[in-house]
C-alpha cells in the first residue's frame, strides 16, 4: 500500500481596523478603550431612522492600503447589507461591501527562509464596519454589549488560498501588518483587536488541482497562535482523511489551554447573509486624480526596503527582513545608518540589542535608544575607548534612559586601557605571582598563554585592550624583554 501525502491549502481573512479619530458612518470616537457605550450615537446604535455618512478619511486609508497592496481600486464601489442577528449587532445587518468591492486582485511578497520570495494573491480589500462587543461573565448568567467599537472602519482583506504552510501563514500576516502600518492605516496592535485573523485550512492529495472542503478559524489574536492551530488543524484534517474520514466545513477556535481547535458552529453560506445593497447610502465614486494623488503621497513599502538594503547598504536578507517588520525600527534603522555611514553595523545593532528592547504592541511602540545615543556609543567604538564587550554593557545602561554613552563609560570608568606601559605593569605583577606557571610556560607549555592573559583580564577589570595586551604578554613570557 502506498500512502497519499496531503497537502495544506491556507486562505487568510484579515479584518483591520483603519486609523480614523471617528467611526465610519458617524462621528463617534473610534478609540479603544472608553467606558463601555460612551461613544456611542442613534447611527451607531442603530435607532430607527438615523441615517449613517461615509467618514471620507476612512475612504483615503481603504485606498492607501488597497494601493500598498497592489489592488485596482474601483472608481464605483457600492456598500451591502449583510444580514444576522447578534446581540452586538443591534441593527440585525453589518454595512459591508460584496461584489463591488473597494480595492480587488493585489498581492503580497512573502519572503521565505531560504531568502526567496513567494508572491500570495489578494482577492478583495473591502470596507464595513465592526461589531460591538459582548462581555460575558460579568455576573452568573447575565451578558453585557457595549457598543463603543459598533462602525468603528474595517477593512476586510481576504487572500487566495495561495499558502501552503502554517509558517507561511505567520510570515503573510507579519508583512501584511507591516505594509498597513508603514502606510499608516492601521496600528498594529493584534492585542486590542486591531488586526484580527480567520485561517481557513484544507488538505489534499499533492498534485491535485482541486482544493479540498475547508475549516475556517476563528478571530486568533497573535502570529504564533495562528501558527499553532493552523499545524494543529492540518494534522487533524490529514489524520481524518487518512482514515477514510471526511472533513466538515464548520467554523472552529482556537483554546491554546487545550492546544487544539474546537468546532464553534456550523459554517454559514453567504447566501444565509441576505445581502443586497445599501440603500442609505449612495454608490461610492471616486476620481482617478484622487486616487493617483493617493498613491504619489505613499512611503516605500516593506518589500521595496528590503531590496534596497540587501543591494545598496549591503545588508543580509535576514536582517532587511526583521528591519522592515515595523516602520519604527525601519527609520530608526535609515537614520542610524545615515548618520555614521555604517549600515552593516547599524543594521547589526537594530537587529539585535535595540529589536529585544523593542516590544512591539503596534504603531505606539517605543524604541528603546534614540538614534543620538547609538551614534554617541558607534563613535566611542571608532575611536577605541570601546571594545566590543564593553559596548555592549555601555548599551545595557543606556536602554530606556535619557543617558550618553559617554556619560556612562564616565560613571563606570569603563574605558579600554590601551596605554602599553599600564597594562605592562599588570603583565608584571601576575608572572611575579605565578613564577611556578611562568617556569613551565618557558619550559615548553605555551598552552598557559592563555591562562596568563586572563590573569591581566582580571586585574585590569576586563579594560585592557586585546590587542595590546597580546603584544606584550607575548614579549614578557618569551622573554624578549626583561
Ligand atoms: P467566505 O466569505 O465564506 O469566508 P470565501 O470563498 O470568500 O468565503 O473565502 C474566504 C477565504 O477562504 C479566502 O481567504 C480564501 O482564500 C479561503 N479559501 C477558500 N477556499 C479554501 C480552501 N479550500 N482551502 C483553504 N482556504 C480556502
Ligand atoms: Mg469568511
Ligand atoms: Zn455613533
Same mark, same amino acid.
Not at 487568510?12 to 471617528?22: D, F, I, M, S
Not at 537614520?335 to 552593516?344: E, F, P, Q, S, V
Not at 601576575?430 to 583580564?457: H, I, P, S, T, W
Given at each position: ?66 494601493? /500598498? ?19 452586538? &449587532? ?11 468591492? &473597494? ?33 460575558? $461573565? ?37 508583512? &501584511? ?54 499545524? !494543529? ?20 477556535? !482556537? ?37 493617483? $494623488? ?54 547589526? !545593532? ?26 554617541? &556609543? ?5 575611536? %577605541? ?28 570608568? !569603563? ?24 617556569? /613551565? ?19 585590569? %577589570? ?21
Amino acid at each position: 500500500m502506498t500512502t497519499i501525502e496531503y497537502e495544506p491549502v491556507i486562505g487568510l481573512e484579515v479584518h483591520a481596523q483603519l486609523r480614523t479619530r471617528t467611526k465610519v458612518f458617524c462621528r463617534c470616537p473610534a478609540s479603544f478603550g472608553a467606558a463601555p457605550n460612551t461613544h456611542v450615537c442613534p447611527t451607531c446604535l442603530g435607532l430607527p431612522g438615523a441615517l449613517p455618512a461615509l467618514n471620507g478619511e476612512a475612504v483615503r486609508m481603504a485606498v492607501r492600503a488597497g494601493l /500598498a497592496l497592489g489592488c485596482t481600486i474601483r472608481l464605483r464601489s457600492r456598500f451591502a447589507r449583510k444580514n444576522y442577528f447578534y446581540p452586538d &449587532l443591534p441593527k440585525g445587518y453589518q454595512i459591508s461591501q460584496y461584489d463591488e468591492p &473597494l480595492c480587488e486582485n493585489g498581492s503580497l511578497d512573502v519572503p521565505q527562509p531560504d531568502g526567496s520570495v513567494r508572491t500570495v494573491r489578494i482577492q478583495r480589500a473591502h470596507m464595513e464596519e465592526d461589531a460591538g462587543k459582548n462581555l460575558h $461573565g460579568a455576573s452568573p448568567g447575565v451578558s453585557l454589549v457595549d457598543l463603543n467599537r459598533a462602525g468603528v472602519p474595517l477593512l476586510e482583506i481576504v487572500g487566495h488560498p495561495d499558502i501552503r504552510s502554517a509558517s507561511e501563514a505567520a510570515e503573510y500576516l507579519r508583512q &501584511l501588518r507591516a505594509a498597513l502600518m508603514f502606510v499608516g492605516v492601521n496600528d498594529g496592535n493584534l492585542e486590542a483587536g486591531s488586526f484580527r485573523c480567520d485561517a481557513n485550512v484544507s488538505v489534499r492529495p499533492r498534485g491535485r488541482e482541486t482544493f479540498g472542503t475547508r475549516v475556517e478559524i476563528k478571530n486568533v489574536n497573535s502570529f504564533r497562535f495562528v501558527q499553532k492551530a493552523i499545524e !494543529w488543524e492540518v494534522a487533524h484534517q490529514i489524520a481524518t482523511v487518512s482514515a477514510g474520514g471526511r472533513v466538515e466545513q464548520v467554523t472552529k477556535t !482556537w483554546d491554546d489551554v487545550e492546544g487544539r481547535c474546537n468546532v464553534l458552529r456550523k459554517k454559514e453560506g453567504s447566501d444565509d447573509y441576505r445581502y443586497f445593497p445599501e440603500p442609505d447610502l449612495p454608490p461610492l465614486v471616486l476620481s482617478s486624480d484622487f486616487i493617483e $494623488g493617493v498613491r504619489a503621497s505613499l512611503p516605500a513599502l516593506p518589500a521595496a526596503r528590503r531590496a534596497r538594503y540587501v543591494a545598496e547598504l549591503g545588508l543580509t536578507d535576514g536582517d532587511a527582513k526583521v528591519i522592515t517588520e515595523h516602520p519604527k525600527l525601519s527609520e530608526f534603522f535609515e537614520a542610524l545608518a545615515a548618520r555614521t555611514g555604517d549600515a552593516k553595523r547599524a543594521a547589526n !545593532w537594530v537587529c539585535n540589542a535595540v529589536k529585544t528592547g523593542f516590544a512591539s504592541d503596534g504603531l505606539d511602540a517605543t524604541l528603546p535608544v534614540t538614534v543620538d545615543q547609538m551614534a554617541g &556609543l558607534f563613535a566611542r567604538l571608532d575611536d %577605541g575607548t570601546l571594545s566590543g564587550k564593553l559596548a555592549k554593557e555601555v548599551y545595557a545602561q543606556l536602554a530606556h534612559t535619557a543617558d550618553t554613552a559617554d556619560a556612562i563609560i564616565e560613571r563606570n570608568g !569603563w574605558k579600554v586601557v590601551t596605554d602599553a606601559g599600564a597594562i605592562e605593569a599588570a603583565c608584571r605583577e601576575v608572572l611575579d605571582a605565578n613564577a611556578r606557571q611562568l617556569a /613551565a610556560y618557558r619550559a615548553g607549555k605555551k598552552g598557559l598563554a592563555g591562562y596568563f592573559k586572563g590573569e591581566v583580564m582580571k586585574r585590569t %577589570g576586563g579594560r585592557a585592550d586585546p590587542k595590546v595586551l597580546d603584544a606584550v604578554l607575548t614579549a614578557l613570557l618569551d622573554g624578549a624583554k626583561e
